[in-house]
């Protein structure tokens, strides 16, 4: 069944024609043709697919497109401004921290998301103090970003990357 | 002309980083090919071997929205000159699990996936025969193994000498089946005009899909385009072309539109390849002051019925130590399996972790120190061969491993070293990989105003071309890395082999220096300035080294583990680790670290997680996803110390440089479960090392 919605996508409305079971992410990479987020398994497994939901990393095969409503969809390219790069985009080149590039977009909205959710204190599973302000060591950063599966495992340099930008933003020492 | 400082081996930041950092870099799929995109989906069979005996597509083909189900029955005719996977939906004989049976084309991927459920396939399904077993009758010697190395061979007595040998190890590893598993999934969106075909495609070499597309259809050269700029990954499984490259092209032709076919991440279990078990045999002989006097490597391992897929898992034991008897052999056994494929250093992987777990379990039979095990066996010539080394640098990448790993004085015994709960342990492993240069072809223009056009298809699959190549060039050119403009990724191009075989930038990279020679002899020729409308020069490299026959060829390394597994639970850890190679020229500092980093990674994680789990009664693949198959992840990783030696090899090629895609993952399994061994003390000879084989 096909049915009529408005997706807010890094800034802009696009009203579309979707079917009921189509993805967040297919609604984007088939339908309107944003390729930013990819796709990478379709199941929730891989984390390609991430992108920011109202600021909140969300796998997008997981999102039926039609429960998005009006949320502001963010993607990858959509974190830089005024066509600046995002000082995410910035630490990942510098740290050559890909190397296929196919999960990387979705690796740094989850750095996004990963940043956010340290400045507002969420802890990780490898959080040893519940109540202390959240500290991005490499530790957490591996954790954190765990749900991103690189195949091409530049994870030894996505670490550093993150690691970067939580410094220059405060969330680490 | 003016003078600038070499840029080669510079650690450039990626040419093509910040598209690719922000999602719009083009991958397969996400090129734009000028209409609406129609989407295909695939019904497979459910059974391993045995016959269609009724397939009605009737509901499928009454879904609105579907434009066409392809079938046996009506699919378009390819070539009989299709091997092996490749004559899709020509037969109703089915050969493996998840073969493609039927094939659903419809406006949206939504109405074409449900579709599939559409398509009722009923099936006379005959007892399957999958389970790899080294006793089995039906083994079989295969006329060579790939990369046209010899099945087997043998050098001296090497029974004799072990019977006679003061120490001797015989012992039998097992390597399980795995899948390459790049992030982008295969894709391939066709579109025909007339009669001439263009593919956007997922793959590590136009020109290798260009050429099946061509004899599947029947067409020139001329008549198929395959375009594949940016490529997520491959790792092997993308070097072929598969099943549904051709699929993809057959619906476009049918329906007459723009059609796209992403395999499912589940499909990609049994329609682009794995990498076969293996059962290895290994038996080391040695004096009583560790000098080999026997090596033997006896290799059993599967390929499909359909097809002859012989990896060369022992060759990387006709290189490594000096021993005057030694035997390698390979054989295999025919089994209803989907067609096995490259994975990363074929042959080598599963290889060197069979001879570099065996050579680990000498030293301790010895008492001697693993590294120093492996010097005292430093062969002067190729052992096999006799033929003299390009050059070989494996004991300074053990020493200068050892010491920035901090080796030295490490206690021999196993099982002893404890850390609250986890049980603590080190382990070392040497790599190596074949160093060899491909045909390409190349093409370098140069306009009125000094642009410099470098055209070659060469392949960027991450492994850092698109700016290693630029750098080559803008060296070879003697000018700026801005002056140079490189195109790659197109069968229009200019010949080239694909990605593969660590044999890409030793083979591009060598024809553009020599195409950038000739261009820059004409140039010379014409008072050093290009003529107004500018001067093109096509040139390349015919194929081998000329100097393959007289020299021996590889690269090495050597990698240092420290292994952490938790006493109550099993668990394996990996906090650090120190690898050390000597490939030659390396192009780019910068992407080079990141080619070692991921080839290392990619072999701890094998040796933690990665096992393709087959049915022994259906014969499929059960943990066919990544929540089912495990590849490591960040928490896998710790701190990695990558570092190479400066080695220079005037043999090899133009550039000296012997390809670095593979050595990475060579060799560090076995560091893995040599450091599990010296923690634990207890030997896993089978793969991965998961928690639970703690507790058998
Ligand atoms: S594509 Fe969404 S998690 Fe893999
Ligand atoms: S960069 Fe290739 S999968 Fe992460």
Not at chain 1, 128 to 152: F, K, P
Not at chain 2, 215 to 242: C, D, E, M, N, W
Not at chain 2, 260 to 278: A, K
Not at chain 2, 361 to 377: K, M, S
Request: charged share 20%.
């Amino acid at each position: 069944m096909d049915t009529e919605i408005t997706l807010r996508v890094d800034g802009a409305a696009h009203p579309l024609t979707v079917d009921t079971r189509t993805t967040l992410l297919d609604a984007l990479r088939e339908r309107l043709r944003n390729t930013s987020p990819k796709k990478g398994c379709d199941h929730g497994q891989c984390g390609a697919c991430t992108v920011l939901l109202d600021g909140r990393r969300v796998n997008s095969c997981l999102v039926l497109a039609v429960t998005v409503g009006d949320a502001e969809v963010t993607t990858s390219n959509g974190l830089a401004t005024d066509g600046q790069p995002h000082p995410l985009h910035r630490s990942f080149v510098r740290r050559d921290a890909f190397q296929c590039g196919y999960c990387t977009p979705g690796q740094i909205c989850s750095a996004a998301g990963v940043l956010e959710e340290a400045r507002a204190g969420w802890p990780s599973a490898v959080t040893a103090d519940l109540t202390a302000a959240v500290e991005l060591t490499d530790t957490e950063i591996r954790e954190r970003m765990s749900g991103n599966l690189c195949r091409c495992a530049a994870y030894a340099h996505i670490v550093p990357a993150v690691a970067d930008v939580a410094a220059a933003e405060g969330v680490r020492r | 002309m003016t003078t600038i400082d070499r840029v080669l081996g510079a650690g450039i930041e990626r040419i093509d980083g910040p598209a690719k950092v922000r999602g719009s870099a083009p991958y397969a799929f996400e090129q734009d090919p000028g209409e609406p995109i129609t989407h295909l989906a695939l019904v497979q069979s459910t059974i391993n071997r045995g016959r269609i005996t009724r397939l009605d597509p009737s509901a499928a083909e009454a879904t609105p929205g579907v434009l066409a189900v392809l079938t046996p029955a009506n699919a378009p005719r390819l070539s009989g000159e299709l091997t092996a996977d490749l004559p899709v939906l020509q037969s109703l004989d089915v050969h493996y699990q998840g073969q493609v049976v039927a094939a659903v084309v419809a406006e949206t991927s939504e109405i074409a996936r449900a579709a599939v459920g559409g398509v009722r396939v009923e099936y006379a399904a005959e007892e399957p025969d999958v389970t790899l077993r080294a006793d089995r009758p039906d083994l079989y010697a295969p006329a060579q193994v790939m990369a046209g190395f010899a099945t087997d061979s043998v050098i001296g007595d090497v029974d004799g000498a072990l019977s006679t040998a003061a120490v001797t190890v015989d012992a039998t590893y097992e390597t399980p089946a795995q899948h390459n598993n790049p992030i982008e999934m295969h894709t391939s969106m066709a579109r025909w005009d007339g009669d001439s075909l263009t593919l956007w495609d997922a793959n590590q070499g136009p020109h290798t899909i260009q050429r099946d597309l061509m004899t599947a259809f029947g067409l020139t050269a001329g008549q198929v385009r395959v375009i594949s700029p940016y490529v997520g990954g491959g790792f092997g499984s993308k070097a072929f072309a598969h099943p549904h490259q051709i699929l993809a092209a057959m619906a476009a032709r049918v329906v007459g539109r723009t059609v796209v076919l992403e395999l499912t991440r589940q499909q990609m279990f049994s329609l682009v390849g794995h990498r076969t078990p293996t059962i290895q045999r290994v038996r080391l002989g040695a004096d009583s002051e560790g000098r080999l006097t026997a090596i033997s490597h006896e290799v059993v391992e599967h390929t499909a019925r359909i097809a002859e897929f012989a990896e060369q898992t022992a060759t990387a034991t006709r290189v490594m130590y000096a021993a005057p008897h030694r035997r390698t052999t390979h054989r295999l056994a025919r089994l209803d399996v989907p067609p096995p494929t490259i994975m990363r250093a074929p042959g080598e992987t599963p290889g060197m972790f069979a001879l570099e777990s065996a050579m680990d379990e000498l030293a301790h039979t010895l008492g001697i120190d693993p590294v120093e095990l492996r010097i005292r066996n430093e062969p002067p010539r190729d052992p096999e061969r006799d033929v003299p080394w390009s050059s070989r640098s494996l004991v300074e990448c053990l020493r200068t491993g050892a010491e920035r790993f901090g080796w030295a004085g490490r206690d021999l015994r196993p099982g002893v070293r404890t850390d609250g709960r986890w049980l603590v342990g080190t382990g070392v492993a040497a790599a190596t990989y074949p160093s060899r240069r491909r045909k390409a072809d190349c093409r370098i223009s140069v306009d009125g105003r000094g642009r410099y056009l470098v055209e070659i298809d060469g392949s960027d699959i991450g492994t850092g071309t698109w700016t290693a190549l630029t750098q080559i060039a803008a060296d070879a050119l003697h000018v700026g890395l801005g002056e140079v403009e490189l195109r790659i990724g197109d069968s229009r191009l200019p010949f080239a082999g694909g990605a593969g075989g660590s044999t890409g930038l030793a083979s591009w990279g060598s024809a553009v220096v020599l195409t950038a020679r000739q261009l820059r002899a004409r140039l010379e020729s014409l008072g050093g300035q290009p003529p107004p409308d500018g001067l093109t020069v096509d040139g390349g490299v015919p194929g081998p080294s000329p100097h393959a026959e007289q020299y021996s060829m590889h690269s090495f390394g050597a990698h240092f583990v420290e292994v952490r597994v938790d006493a109550d639970t099993g668990e394996v850890r990996v906090p650090r680790a120190t690898s050390v190679y000597a490939a030659g020229t390396i192009a780019n500092a910068t992407t080079a670290r990141s080619q070692f980093l991921g080839g290392f990674c990619m072999g701890l994680s094998m040796a933690l997680h990665e096992e393709s789990l087959q049915d022994e009664h259906f014969g499929h693949f059960v943990n066919h996803d990544l929540a089912g198959y495990h590849i490591a992840t960040n928490a896998d990783v710790g701190e990695i110390d990558i570092s190479w030696l400066d080695e220079e090899d005037p043999w090899v090629n133009e550039l000296g440089l012997k390809g670095i895609g593979e050595i990475g993952i060579v060799g560090a399994a076995a560091a893995v479960a040599n450091g599990y061994w010296h923690a634990t003390g207890r030997r896993i000879r089978d793969l991965p090392l998961t928690p639970d084989k703690f507790f058998r």
